[in-house]
């Protein structure tokens, strides 16, 4: 909300200036009558991604502490600069003109050096050394990919670097790269190579206690079992990253990270050498409640590829009575659904979970807003896109927005990250009557993805000129959302770049008309 108090533990801020590494925060707590006034350092840069405070001092007089505010946000800016000097960073920054011509489609950045948009980085780090990162994994480097992280190395100083597939500006034209592009990726490769991350074959993800001692190793691409407390298990497959870190399902975290988080909760994890299958899935996880154990599973070439099944304890591996969903998600609250049901001994056709809310706060973990199960949220972004996603809840901390599941504190941080903000659907747009659930200003041109549950072919694209948004010129149409957004986003990249759109071929449904909707004009 607008006016709601940003608070630091108990107390208020009441100024904060990011600058470097670090935010300088003065802050004020009138029931602390001995030193009402502090300053402290703001820190995000912890492997788990939480912020902390550090060197904080106090104080009962203002001007006082304003004077310790200025004092270190100045150390801030001369900090900063004597980086700029001892490194000679290039301050240049590139932009478009320093990429490689778009076709429209999403291309596969492994290997390649991707140019982040200098609007998504602080204004100190606006320049190319922080630009460039040579790809080397992540889900969101593949082409056409549905997910989002991308990850690598910085050109210039050769450090780690992750950001987001939307970051991205595009692929760097080695024709318009600085002279010391090329020597930056050898040395990066050569790194690399010595540290044995080639071939892919060798790499092993190590698994360690709170200590470092390794408790196990599996290969690039293994399977491990979390178990928790309750006899809940989950089957995740491991991707290698480097030394430090390991991407478990799409979701990277360093060992000693994971050591101290499952020290902490009290679960155990173990080598998953030979995964169960039933009727062709792959078992992903079991949830026992009741006499019950619930068993959820997976198997991509299914046209329904999630399943979630019901056993008896005394015979686990006979499943029985499947319920078969397309999407991960529906399926991950399916089974929450039919074990809270089981506990509480009401049959699953009548729990009432969907009535639950879901909660979106800020990255300091306050309340912004609650919406109903099934409901959505607008997001806006910098360069003026905003994007409806529907939004599923999964537990009090975890929600699914349009398929994909967050911690709502992830979701609060990478929406920081992107400079976005977000706020409930109160009043959905409708053209012709189709839900739009995402629309972006280009030049002189809007351009919308929108939704209709009831037609043949539910999905939609079109773009009109901006001041005659409700006349739907140039539609296609298809039956899932994945490809109407990656005809969407070729629609953008056509505005931007001044070139003619165009339109998909009619195979596999793109460019039929839904026999239910007729065409203006």
Same mark, same amino acid.
């Given at each position: 909300?607008?006016?709601?108090?940003?608070?630091?533990?108990?107390?208020?801020?009441?100024?904060?200036?990011?600058?470097?590494?670090?935010?300088?925060?003065?802050?004020?707590?009138?029931?602390?009558?001995?030193?009402?006034?502090?300053?402290?350092?703001?820190?995000?840069?912890?492997?788990?991604?939480?912020? @902390?405070?550090?060197?904080?001092?106090?104080?009962?007089?203002?001007?006082?502490?304003?004077?310790?505010?200025?004092?270190?946000?100045?150390?801030?800016?001369?900090?900063?600069?004597?980086?700029?000097?001892?490194?000679?960073?290039?301050?240049?920054?590139?932009?478009?003109?320093?990429?490689?011509?778009?076709?429209?489609?999403?291309?596969?950045?492994?290997?390649?050096?991707?140019?982040?948009?200098?609007?998504?980085?602080?204004?100190?780090?606006?320049?190319?050394?922080?630009?460039?990162?040579?790809?080397?994994?992540?889900?969101?480097?593949?082409?056409?990919?549905?997910?989002?992280?991308?990850?690598?190395?910085?050109?210039?100083?050769?450090?780690?670097?992750?950001?987001?597939?939307?970051?991205?500006?595009?692929?760097?034209?080695?024709?318009?790269?600085?002279?010391?592009?090329?020597?930056?990726?050898?040395?990066?490769?050569?790194?690399?190579?010595?540290?044995?991350?080639?071939?892919?074959?060798?790499?092993?993800?190590?698994?360690?206690?709170?200590?470092?001692?390794?408790?196990?190793?599996?290969?690039?691409?293994?399977?491990?079992?979390?178990?928790?407390?309750?006899?809940?298990?989950?089957?995740?497959?491991?991707?290698?990253?480097?030394?430090?870190?390991?991407?478990?399902?799409?979701?990277?975290?360093?060992?000693?990270?994971?050591?101290?988080?499952?020290?902490?909760?009290?679960?155990?994890?173990?080598?998953?050498?030979?995964?169960?299958?039933?009727?062709?899935?792959?078992?992903?996880?079991?949830?026992?409640?009741?006499?019950?154990?619930?068993?959820?599973?997976?198997?991509?070439?299914?046209?329904?590829?999630?399943?979630?099944?019901?056993?008896?304890?005394?015979?686990?591996?006979?499943?029985?009575?499947?319920?078969?969903?397309?999407?991960?998600?529906?399926?991950?609250?399916?089974?929450?659904?039919?074990?809270?049901?089981?506990?509480?001994?009401?049959?699953?056709?009548?729990?009432?979970?969907?009535?639950?809310?879901?909660?979106?706060?800020?990255?300091?973990?306050?309340?912004?807003?609650?919406?109903?199960?099934?409901?959505?949220?607008?997001?806006? @972004?910098?360069?003026?896109?905003?994007?409806?996603?529907?939004?599923?809840?999964?537990?009090?901390?975890?929600?699914?927005?349009?398929?994909?599941?967050?911690?709502?504190?992830?979701?609060?941080?990478?929406?920081?990250?992107?400079?976005?903000?977000?706020?409930?659907?109160?009043?959905?747009? @409708?053209?012709?009557?189709?839900?739009?659930?995402?629309?972006?200003?280009?030049?002189?041109?809007?351009?919308?993805?929108?939704?209709?549950?009831?037609?043949?072919?539910?999905?939609?694209?079109?773009?009109?000129?901006?001041?005659?948004?409700?006349?739907?010129?140039?539609?296609?149409?298809?039956?899932?959302?994945?490809?109407?957004?990656?005809?969407?986003?070729?629609?953008?990249?056509?505005?931007?770049?001044?070139?003619? @759109?165009?339109?998909?071929?009619?195979?596999?449904?793109?460019?039929?008309?839904?026999?239910?909707?007729?065409?203006?004009?």
């Amino acid at each position: 909300m607008p006016d709601e108090k940003r608070m630091v533990g108990d107390w208020e801020v009441l100024q904060g200036i990011h600058v470097g590494d670090k935010e300088v925060v003065l802050l004020h707590d009138p029931h602390n009558a001995e030193t009402p006034y502090a300053v402290c350092y703001n820190q995000r840069n912890n492997s788990m991604g939480i912020e @902390y405070t550090a060197e904080g001092v106090g104080s009962n007089d203002y001007l006082e502490m304003m004077e310790v505010f200025l004092h270190r946000v100045q150390g801030q800016v001369v900090q900063v600069r004597t980086d700029r000097e001892r490194t000679n960073e290039p301050q240049e920054v590139f932009g478009k003109e320093h990429c490689l011509p778009s076709n429209g489609e999403e291309p596969d950045l492994h290997g390649r050096v991707a140019v982040i948009r200098p609007e998504t980085l602080r204004p100190e780090y606006r320049n190319v050394a922080v630009q460039l990162i040579l790809v080397s994994g992540g889900f969101g480097a593949a082409a056409n990919s549905r997910g989002t992280a991308v990850y690598g190395n910085y050109v210039f100083s050769g450090e780690r670097a992750d950001c987001r597939r939307h970051e991205i500006l595009g692929i760097l034209d080695p024709e318009k790269a600085p002279d010391w592009v090329k020597p930056g990726v050898e040395a990066i490769l050569t790194k690399s190579k010595e540290k044995g991350v080639v071939p892919m074959s060798d790499k092993q993800i190590r698994f360690i206690d709170t200590e470092g001692n390794t408790l196990f190793a599996i290969p690039d691409g293994g399977s491990v079992v979390i178990t928790h407390k309750s006899g809940e298990q989950y089957f995740m497959k491991c991707k290698y990253v480097d030394e430090k870190y390991v991407d478990m399902d799409g979701v990277q975290c360093s060992y000693h990270q994971l050591a101290a988080t499952a020290a902490e909760a009290g679960i155990t994890i173990a080598h998953d050498p030979a995964p169960e299958y039933n009727a062709g899935y792959r078992i992903a996880a079991r949830k026992p409640a009741g006499d019950f154990i619930f068993v959820l599973g997976h198997n991509p070439r299914s046209p329904t590829p999630w399943v979630t099944w019901q056993a008896s304890r005394d015979t686990p591996a006979d499943c029985y009575w499947g319920v078969y969903r397309a999407e991960r998600v529906d399926a991950v609250a399916d089974l929450d659904r039919r074990s809270r049901s089981a506990s509480q001994g009401i049959p699953y056709e009548t729990s009432k979970s969907d009535d639950k809310p879901i909660r979106f706060i800020d990255p300091h973990y306050k309340t912004l807003f609650t919406i109903p199960d099934g409901g959505s949220i607008v997001i806006s @972004y910098p360069d003026g896109e905003e994007r409806v996603a529907e939004c599923k809840y999964l537990d009090e901390c975890h929600t699914a927005v349009d398929g994909e599941c967050y911690h709502i504190c992830q979701f609060a941080e990478i929406m920081r990250r992107a400079g976005a903000s977000y706020e409930p659907e109160t009043a959905p747009q @409708y053209v012709d009557g189709w839900h739009v659930v995402r629309l972006r200003d280009e030049r002189d041109q809007a351009i919308f993805l929108g939704h209709k549950p009831g037609a043949e072919l539910p999905w939609a694209t079109w773009q009109t000129k901006q001041e005659e948004s409700a006349d739907m010129q140039e539609r296609h149409y298809y039956s899932k959302k994945h490809d109407a957004r990656r005809e969407f986003d070729r629609r953008v990249f056509a505005v931007r770049d001044g070139r003619p @759109y165009v339109p998909p071929t009619p195979e596999g449904g793109a460019g039929k008309r839904p026999k239910d909707v007729e065409v203006p004009g």
